[in-house]
DNA sequence: TCTGGGGTCCTAGGACCC
DNA sequence: TCTGGGGTCCTAGGACCC
């Protein structure tokens, strides 16, 4: 913890709300709600005149539509409008300090003591007073609300504590006498299930859960958040104002209007969803390692199904193609009504290097395929096969495929056929771009 | 007309490796 | 042929945030 509030936390009210009431004068002072204004949506923003009724973000329109009067507007999201607004506000704060870490479009952090600023209680609160009028004199008269104190917990916090258009600056020493008397739900990380179970223990208040001991904390949360409650309670906090962080995944997700158990239609849905992630990857430069689809059932149950490639990849096709095989193991006959497709383990190089001119010459892959089908005691049908070089294939290779010989590097089969589980991965090691067969393959699968 | 879409981080178990 | 601990990777699920 610093010894002088120098970290800020700036937050724009009610943003895509704002936006709205300022693009459209008739909806100013008025109730307005902005998120999915179709059957499954969700509030976005809703107007502080909406908030007065009860609308709340993350609550279902319908809902919202049951609790706020005639008149009130219901619209939905225009991203570019916000977008626009965004760059004029993150534009601003970059020339109060060259640290600002963006936390959302509308949200962001600023580390004072990397600009040169009175980082004095008096000082920085000159310098919030400023960034807020700036801020409202350059996006049209959104407001924003301003904290600032010497932990990103206090700055967030206090934000929050003074808005709409508030400013809270919370002087170095007085961290605890501020945190105390709020409600656990205040701290970040502390949502429904957390508060609930602390409810249960007799912890209300954020004092009352800094006399938690710390192994109790662990008991009820486990290691991490246990611990990071017990710090975040006592306002230990040391998380340094970062600007750039990587992408760790790209996904896409769609909830249908109505549940959908068409086979035919999933896999069109699934393929558009492969497209959005391919091309966002491809448009950042990136290709990922791990394919996951994601299935909600109509009873809201959610799982997911993901594999891990050897390789990279930012192929919308190849991408469809490996959904389409996860989606192929989950029963969908009642109808879902989400289906979505995500990219883990990012990289930042393109995978079509790895098979460039460098790589060692590249066996006939259909003839190891067709060579591996002949000795398959049962009718096979290769779905997929890839060539990979430079591995260091040994005999005593083991694990759910199996290995011959060694050598150049591997062809990975994958089969489907009628006694064999969809999607076993067969390797075959490769010499000198022939393939190397030792033993008969065992097609049992393991339990 | 119950519950969006884009993310992050964590946990736990099993496989595998040394 | 009996026993083991640590580390990493993968998969699935869950809490949480904006």
Avoid: N
């Amino acid at each position: 913890m610093r010894r002088e509030p120098s970290i800020l936390h700036v937050d724009l009210d009610a943003m895509f709300a704002a936006v709205e009431q300022r693009d459209k004068v008739s909806l100013r002072g008025r109730p307005v709600i902005v998120g999915g204004v179709a059957g499954r949506g969700v509030v976005a923003t809703a107007s502080y005149e909406a908030r007065a009724f009860g609308a709340r973000s993350a609550m279902p329109t319908a809902e919202a539509r049951r609790r706020c009067p005639p008149g009130t507007t219901f619209l939905a999201p225009r991203f570019g409008a916000y977008r626009r607004t965004s760059e004029v506000f993150m534009a601003l704060l970059a020339e109060v300090s060259p640290v600002v870490e963006q936390v959302s479009i509308d949200e962001a952090y600023l580390d004072l003591a990397a600009g040169d600023h009175d980082l004095s209680a008096a000082g920085v609160t000159a310098v919030a007073r400023r960034l807020k009028a700036a801020v409202a004199e350059a996006t049209g008269g959104i407001t924003g609300s301003v904290g600032a104190a010497s932990s990103k917990l206090l700055a967030k916090i206090g934000s929050d504590l003074r808005k709409p258009d508030g400013l809270l600056v919370v002087a170095a020493g007085e961290e605890r006498t501020v945190l105390h008397p709020l409600p656990v739900s205040r701290l970040p990380g502390v949502g429904p299930t957390t508060e609930e179970r602390l409810r249960r223990a007799q912890v209300h208040t954020v004092g009352q859960l800094a006399a938690v001991p710390l192994p109790d904390l662990i008991e009820w949360f486990g290691q991490a958040h246990g611990a990071g409650l017990y710090r975040l309670a006592r306002a230990d906090d040391d998380r340094a104002v970062v600007t750039e962080r990587e992408a760790k995944s790209v996904s896409a997700e769609e909830t249908f209007d109505v549940d959908v158990a068409d086979r035919g239609r999933l896999t069109r849905e699934l393929d558009l969803l492969a497209a959005r992630v391919g091309g966002r990857l491809r448009t950042a430069g990136i290709s990922g390692r791990t394919v996951t689809v994601k299935i909600r059932h109509h009873d809201f149950t959610t799982i997911t199904r993901s594999l891990t490639r050897d390789q990279p990849t930012d192929d919308p096709r190849l991408l469809a193609e490996l959904a389409r095989r996860l989606l192929a193991d989950v029963d969908t006959s009642a109808g879902i009504r989400l289906l979505g497709v995500g990219m883990t383990t990012l990289t930042d190089f393109a995978q079509d290097d790895l098979f460039s001119s460098s790589s060692p010459a590249a066996p006939d892959v259909d003839a190891v395929v067709a060579e591996a089908a002949e000795v398959a005691p049962e009718p096979v049908e290769p779905v997929s096969a890839q060539w990979r070089p430079g591995q260091d294939v040994r005999h005593d290779d083991h694990g759910p495929g199996w290995v011959w010989g060694s050598g150049l590097g591997r062809v990975t089969v994958r089969f489907e056929g009628p006694a064999t589980p969809p999607g076993p991965v067969r390797t075959f090691a490769v010499d000198d771009a022939k393939l190397h067969p030792a033993e008969p393959p065992d097609w049992t699968v393991p339990a």
